[in-house]
């Protein structure tokens, strides 16, 4: 038996009511706001805090974020607590008794109605990008029984409740890499454990990346053989950069260098000290400095000691265009160095971590795809 369609314009809540908060200032509201949803549960503020017209929501709607589209987020009002209830204007309202809410919610985060979704998104950049709710409005969604709903939203929430604990786990484990360093070698701020200090260019190479011109600049020297490893490549791997977004072609190999699989690279503008050892040989322009030392143990424990003092080091950076440090602050930092063998010995624990992380991932992504095909069926096929 097909599913029947409908479109969301029939329970978009169009004509809500509004309220200006700053007319009651001894009043307190349950606010829904974006920040609020990224926070984790609505703000309970009094009236004038809030601001401007705001518009009344009720338990049970279903609140779909317009801005920012790329981001899902879709949220179920719950109850008043004696309040009353308002919304930003960054969100679509849906109202119906023909939906369950979290059904609702499911479908408006799901990647059948997210493709749809951003089809209906205007503006330039990231911040600026607005969904228009009257296209948004002609989008259908599939109307089962009730029961059924409410089958689908608990099945989904399950899935998704394994996805969560996967990524919790995973994020202990990232933690897990300091946790170690401190037991090991204790505080390396103010070096606990009084390990001889030396300064970090001593314990291997220091040198900047090289890219004689940019490359945004000279189309020739893209799109070849050799990974161009970039800040934001370095800032958004987990330790170990793995991917790359460019590469460079012969003629930009030969104005750059390649590094060596098993080098540090260490950001030295905009992202300020983010780190990530190469899993290949690689390019990268001046705002990365590669570290080699003569043992990738030493590299390993580095790599740890920075992220200690990546937020200082993020400080005390000059802002000029953007921040910057330079290649002499590294290679003075006053490093502790302990043994080589207690560095082999925290290098091996670091690796028997990362092949428990790997493992998680791996789940994670089974997880993720499953969750995928539950969503496909639901909201395509049916269950």
Partial sequence: MSIPMIKLETIMASRIGTVD??????????LYSIPAFDRGAPDIAPGNSIGSTKQIVAPGDVLLSRIVPHIRRAWVVGNTNGRRIIASSEWIVFRSKKFDPEYLRNFLVSNPFHQEFMRTVSGVGGSLLRARPAYVANISIPLPPL?????????????DELRVKRRAAIAKLDELGQAIFLEMFGDPINNSQGLQLQPLGSLGSLDRGVSKHRPRNDPELLNGPYPLIQTGDVANCDGYIRNYSSTFSESGLRQSKLWPVGSLCITIAANIAKTGILQFDACFPDSVVGFNAKKQATTEYVRIWLSFLQASLEERAPESAQKNI????????????????????????????????????????????????????AFKDGL
Avoid: G, W, Y
Avoid at 147 to 159: G, M, S, T, V
Avoid at 345 to 352: E, G, W
């Fill in 326 to 377: 330079n290649l002499e602050i590294l290679r003075n930092l006053m490093i502790p160095v302990p043994s080589m063998m207690m560095q082999q010995n925290f290098a091996n624990k670091i690796a028997f971590l990362e092949k428990m992380k790997s493992s998680q991932k791996t789940s994670l992504a089974q997880f993720d795809d499953l969750f995928s095909s539950l969503q496909h069926k």
């Fill in 147 to 159: 029961p059924e709903q409410k089958l689908i939203a608990a099945i989904l929430d399950k899935a």
């Fill in 21 to 30: 908060p700053a007319l009651f200032p001894d009043e307190q509201f349950d």
